[in-house]
Every structure is written in structure tokens, then in C-alpha cells.
């Protein structure tokens, strides 16, 4: 038996797999965000570990028995957050997440000052990375700079709570900007350029490797037998690769959670830093990825079923699918940027619009306006990441949008090529995570990594492909004429 934890930015998620591939339980706990000002974004650790401590007891109370034959642990968890430490072990300051967008002078001072970053992290310095996040508590809390003495990364954090140690992984520590990519270590020219020196990063490890092992009383507590294990983990979108058997060139996903990813696994480093696009370790030794990455994907989604009175995000798109094809033809464009930007405009000050609006339009037409805005952001992500022509077969669709057909068939008609959903692939990063623990644990590639089942696929319509280009155009278009009118203070 294998405990994956992801720790997400809207939940915690414990799911236990056995050696059948079988999901034997699955709990989560919410979370929340914290804005105390604009473009802010942070979370209290503490109320990770109190989400992780809710979870796990939940967990005990239903399944003791599976939690009794626990071999190992693994780690997923949302990337880009720093949690600043002193030499203690104790947090300092609220964790500063993802989708914080208050470091962009900060990126532009990391650029100048080191020269070399394209080359090393294979990056652009964007406010969601680490990097600017402790160059802003440099320069706007210098105390609590002074004081830290550890930066850990969301996930690494609740290992340091299970194991006490401080290691991190390839995957998570390749979107701080602080690790040399394709040396798969730490880049001392660029933490010297924050300040920073190797003493204050945690020891790395490959994803699929021991990080250490659980602390004694906590295996007494929860019920897991004594010694067991924690792999290295992943970063959220590497353990979810995992988790649908994207491990080999050309395998990837389409993430519809909160925010929306496109993920190609690559047996080299391929950095197209030009276009906002992210090139990173996998969660694998010897394995890199690619990502396009949109701050509001479901998100949007959200959003707007709030706005508009709908009694849920299913009951909008019902009435979404309603729409004539005329009528969706019809409807406003939406730029979905509810939180800024990153690939390709690396844009923190974008802002979300309808444009268009006319008497005629009620919810089921702005509800097509943004699944259809956000699908446009992912296309525009696929052109980055440079893929050509029959390079990929098809793309998992995985996340919280994923269980709509209508949006997986829009996606599909979109980027071209085909989308499958599996079975199982809600679980996402969490059963990533248990299988990157399976595979500390001895387990082999083949063994562990196989691609669920095929639930359902989403064929490419050509005509629906050409109707929706000249849309895109467009939304493109859209974007050039308002870039110059979003607020920048």
C-alpha cells in the first residue's frame, strides 16, 4: 500500500493505492488563499499541517487497516511558493504562492543582475517563480530576510513536518529559478544574485528516490508501520504526468484545475524561454517536461457561475450546451486573465474582459465566452511549447474541468488533436504521488507507471477547427489592442 499527499492550493488530497492500481481511498480537506493586498497571494503552513492532521485522521477512522500495510509515502504539491524558515525550523512568514504577482520589478532585477539565468533555469524570471518572491522580502522585509536561514517549497515543507529533513526534488526546485536544469543542481550564480547561498537550499533528491522517513510518532499516531519511507515527490504537475503515465517523449496532459497547464514529457531540456514557456525537470531521473502554464483556467469557470447566479458550475454549462451553434458563434470574447498572466505574455498586470456584449447575451452565452477564453489561452500555450505536426498523438485531460464533455470536445477542436479522459485521473497529483512512492519503494516504470484506462475521447472536428481559428484571431487580436490599458500599480 502507498499514501500519496498532494497539497494543492484549494485542498489537501490523501489517496492510498494499492499494488492492483486500485484507489482504496481518497479524502481531502479545503484550503484558502489569503489576498491582504493586490496582486497578493498567500497561505499560513500551519494550516497545511492542521488540513494534513484532519486528513490523516479522517483517513485512520476508515481505512487503519490499509494504513497498517503502508510501504511509503509520496509528496505532490503546488510549486512556486516560498516558505521561509529560521534556523529553528520555524516558518517566519506567511507562504508567498503561485499566483502571486507582487515581484515584477523584482524579475527584472534578477535578469539584470544575472545575465545568464535564461540559460541556466531556462526561464524567464515571472513573478510566480521564487526567486522574485525573495528578492521582494529582501528588499520590503529585510528582517525576516535576514532571519531565514532555510526556503522550502510547499510540499518540501510538509516533508520537513513528517520527516524533519530538508530535501527537496528536481521537479518542484526547477521552478525557483535557483536550479541549473539540465545539471539537475543547484546554481550558486543565481541564488548569489538573490542573495542567497547553497546552505540556505534543501537537499535534493530525484523524485522517484528516499527523502527520509516518517517521524516515529507520527507512524505511532496515524497507525503506519515504523521506518516507512517518503519519496522525493513531485511538483503538482510532474506527479500528475506521473499519475496518468506520461513518462515517455511526446506523453503529456491538459490541466483544467485552477490554473491550466499543458505538459510534454522530454527526454532532453528544451527551454523556449522567448515565449514564456517553461522547461523543467520531471519528477524522473534523466526526464525533463515542457509547460505552457494560464493563472485562471477552472478558475474562470468559478467565476463566472458566481456572476451570473448559477446554482453551480454543471447546471451553467447545461445550459452552455444549449447554445446554437450560431449563438456560441455569436457570444462575446472573453479574455480569461482573471489573475494575470504568464505563457506567452508573462503579463502579471493582465486583466479579464468581455468584449462584445450586446442585449441578447444572458449566462449561457458569457458561460461559452469563458470556457471558450480559456481554451484559447491553452491554444495559444500549445503554439508556444513549438510542437510539430504529428509530435503528439493525443493529451490526457485531467483536473476539475475535466469532467465536461462539452469543454473536452472544445479543447480538442482547439489544439487539434485528440483528448482522452481515464479513469482515475481525478486523483491527479496525489496518485502520482503514490506511485513516485511505489517506485522508491523498488517498483519499476512498467510496473508502476502504466496509463489508467481510457474513460472517454474527444475526436478533433476539422470544420470546428477552421471555425474556431478564425475566433481565436480574434481573441488574439483582442488582446494587442487592450495590452496597453491594463493598470500597472
Avoid at 530576510?145 to 521537479?171: C, I, N
Avoid at 472536428?461 to 483582442?478: G, K, N, S, V, Y
Amino acid at each position: 500500500m502507498y499514501l500519496g499527499i498532494d497539497l494543492g492550493t484549494s485542498e489537501l488530497k490523501l489517496v492510498l493505492l494499492d499494488r492492483q492500481h486500485r484507489l482504496v481511498a481518497s479524502v481531502g480537506e479545503r484550503l484558502t488563499v489569503q489576498r491582504p493586498a493586490p496582486l497578493h497571494s498567500e497561505q499560513s503552513p500551519a494550516d497545511w499541517w492542521d488540513a494534513m492532521t484532519r486528513a490523516m485522521a479522517r483517513l485512520q477512522a476508515g481505512q487503519a487497516a490499509a494504513l497498517a500495510q503502508v510501504r511509503a509515502i509520496g509528496l505532490s504539491g503546488q510549486m512556486h511558493g516560498a516558505v521561509l524558515m529560521d534556523a529553528a525550523g520555524e516558518v517566519l512568514r506567511p507562504a508567498i504562492l503561485w499566483n502571486d504577482g507582487r515581484s515584477g520589478a523584482e524579475c527584472a532585477e534578477l535578469e539584470a543582475a544575472c545575465p545568464r539565468l535564461h540559460a541556466i533555469a531556462g526561464n524567464l524570471a515571472m513573478p510566480g517563480f521564487t526567486a522574485p518572491k525573495l528578492l521582494w522580502v529582501r528588499r520590503h522585509e529585510p528582517e525576516v530576510f535576514a532571519r531565514t536561514a532555510t526556503v522550502l517549497l510547499p510540499k518540501d515543507w510538509l516533508r520537513f513536518m513528517l520527516t524533519g529533513e530538508r530535501v527537496g526534488e528536481m521537479s518542484d526546485a526547477a521552478g525557483t529559478l535557483w536550479l541549473d536544469v539540465a545539471e539537475r543542481r543547484w546554481s550558486a550564480e543565481v541564488l548569489a544574485a538573490c542573495g542567497l547561498t547553497e546552505a540556505q537550499m534543501p537537499r535534493l533528491v530525484e523524485g522517484s528516490e528516499a527523502s527520509g522517513t516518517l517521524r516515529p510518532e507520527l507512524a505511532a499516531r496515524w497507525g503506519v508501520p515504523a521506518g516507512v519511507i517518503v519519496a522525493g515527490g513531485g511538483g503538482d504537475n510532474a506527479a500528475s504526468a506521473v499519475g496518468i503515465g506520461a513518462v515517455r517523449p511526446g506523453e503529456g496532459f491538459v490541466s483544467l484545475g485552477t490554473s491550466g497547464v499543458i505538459f510534454l514529457t522530454s527526454d532532453r531540456f528544451r527551454p523556449n524561454p522567448a515565449n514564456a514557456m517553461h522547461a523543467f525537470c520531471h519528477a524522473l531521473p534523466g526526464t525533463w517536461h515542457q509547460m505552457s502554464v494560464m493563472l485562471s483556467a477552472a478558475n474562470g469557470l468559478s467565476w463566472v457561475t458566481r456572476l451570473v447566479g448559477a446554482a453551480s458550475e454543471g447546471a451553467l454549462l447545461e445550459q452552455v450546451a444549449q447554445l446554437t451553434p450560431q449563438q456560441r458563434e455569436r457570444a462575446p470574447l472573453f479574455l480569461p486573465y482573471l489573475n494575470g498572466e504568464r505563457t506567452p505574455h508573462n503579463n502579471p498586470h493582465a486583466q479579464g474582459s468581455f468584449f462584445g456584449l450586446t442585449n441578447e447575451h444572458d449566462a449561457a452565452a458569457l458561460g461559452w465566452s469563458v470556457i471558450e477564453g480559456v481554451t484559447f489561452g491553452l491554444l495559444d500555450g500549445w503554439h508556444a511549447l513549438g510542437v510539430q505536426p504529428g509530435e503528439v498523438a493525443g493529451l490526457t485531460l485531467v483536473g476539475g474541468g475535466a469532467r465536461s464533455g462539452l469543454w473536452a470536445q472544445l479543447l480538442a477542436d482547439a489544439i487539434g488533436v485528440p483528448m482522452v479522459t481515464r479513469h482515475g485521473g481525478e486523483a491527479g497529483g496525489a496518485l502520482g504521488a503514490a506511485r513516485l512512492a511505489w517506485l522508491a519503494d523498488g517498483g519499476t516504470l512498467d510496473q508502476v507507471c502504466p496509463a489508467p484506462e481510457i474513460a472517454a475521447t474527444f475526436s478533433p472536428d476539422p470544420a470546428e477547427t477552421a471555425r474556431l481559428a478564425a475566433r481565436h484571431a480574434r481573441f488574439r487580436a483582442l488582446y494587442r489592442a487592450v495590452e496597453g490599458l491594463f493598470p500597472v500599480g
